[in-house]
């Protein structure tokens, strides 16, 4: 599975000629390619060349006398294989920029139906041209309304650009960009999944906190968020740790009640990663997959989940959020979770 987009760094020195040969020609060869002009404006001090192959990649390389770069998801030409990759943080502003707004005037095209979710589509954007997982990380957002059963697609579009655009997780865009995957192979439940982890990172947002994501634990592994409070009245001046699970509803596994589904997915977490951590860390059971009617039966049962503290909730685009919860959780969270009692 290739990883998400980024710029790869060359210090050689480069000119019309050798891109020709060392670049295009090859590009060409294996693909056919077009060497075009970029849609906007090069950077200032820098020369740039577009290159469109006839499968649908693209590429984009841009030089000064000292430093290159190439930007591209397509199959990179020998000349670039020794070349370091850097994301879009950490090369020049001017030279970042400039490649996000050629990606992103061919996502309007391309993909006319994100044009007007700006958040979403700038910080998905190294997944939505990664070489193998473009295809799939945008049908999962067009066709599955990310995930949200009986919602449209605007509806859960605009309940994740809301979030996003709070900047909330954008010193970690790639870390957390990168959970949608880059598979040309479509799976819905994994990119589900990934999506509950935003889903509690605007619930803890909205609670107050600071979410940092993948905190190394000492058992080898990585937890999901630490909660930071935004301010020392907060949650008591502590930092919980935050694991998320998300059961598959009972229509699309083997459990045949929605209850049964939440205990399986829940023991299948708290007997592998959370056990070996040896507890301490909050369990967030994120049951927004759930359809009115099997949310329903969890609500009333409010089954235990085999972890405690744990929070076991459904959000909806809306924004509305109710839950449960088991033990006693280190964490604030009246003002995002109207809480169910049994």
Request: net charge negative.
């Amino acid at each position: 599975m290739a990883s998400p987009l980024r710029f790869r760094r060359s210090q050689e020195r480069w000119d019309d000629d050798r891109i020709n040969e060392e670049l295009y020609s090859h590009l060409d060869s294996n693909l056919g390619a077009r060497s075009l002009t970029p849609h906007y404006s090069t950077p200032n001090g820098f020369e740039a060349r577009r290159f469109e192959m006839d499968n649908g990649d693209m590429a984009l390389f841009v030089w000064n006398d000292d430093t290159a770069y190439w930007l591209g998801n397509t199959e990179t030409p020998p000349a670039l294989w020794r070349t370091s990759k850097y994301t879009f943080d950490e090369i020049p502003y001017r030279v970042a920029r400039w490649g996000q707004r050629e990606l992103l005037a061919d996502l309007t095209v391309e993909s006319p139906w994100l044009a007007k979710y700006d958040y979403i589509s700038w910080f998905f954007l190294p997944v939505f041209f990664s070489k193998d997982g473009r295809e799939t990380s945008r049908a999962f957002f067009r066709k599955y309304a990310a995930g949200f059963p009986d919602a449209t697609r605007d509806e859960a579009l605009s309940f994740y650009e809301r979030f996003l655009q709070t900047g909330a997780l954008d010193d970690y865009r790639y870390t957390m960009a990168s959970k949608l995957g880059t598979s040309q192979y479509f799976d819905k439940n994994r990119m589900s999944s990934a999506m509950s982890e935003f889903t509690v990172a605007k619930l803890l947002t909205d609670a107050g906190y600071d979410v940092v994501p993948e905190i190394e634990v000492t058992t080898g592994h990585s937890l999901d968020f630490r909660a930071e409070p935004q301010d020392h009245k907060t949650g008591h001046g502590q930092s919980p740790l935050v694991e998320v699970t998300r059961p598959q509803p009972p229509t699309q596994r083997a459990a045949s009640t929605p209850v049964a589904a939440l205990r399986e997915t829940a023991e299948t977490k708290t007997t592998g990663q959370l056990n070996e951590h040896g507890g301490g860390a909050v369990l967030f059971v994120d049951c927004s997959g759930f359809r009115d009617d099997e949310w329903s039966a969890v609500i009333g049962e409010q089954p235990d989940v085999r972890h405690r503290p744990a929070v076991v909730f459904r959000a909806r685009p809306d924004g509305h959020v109710e839950g449960y919860r088991k033990g006693s959780p280190p964490l604030h969270l009246d003002g995002a979770v109207q809480w169910q009692t049994g």
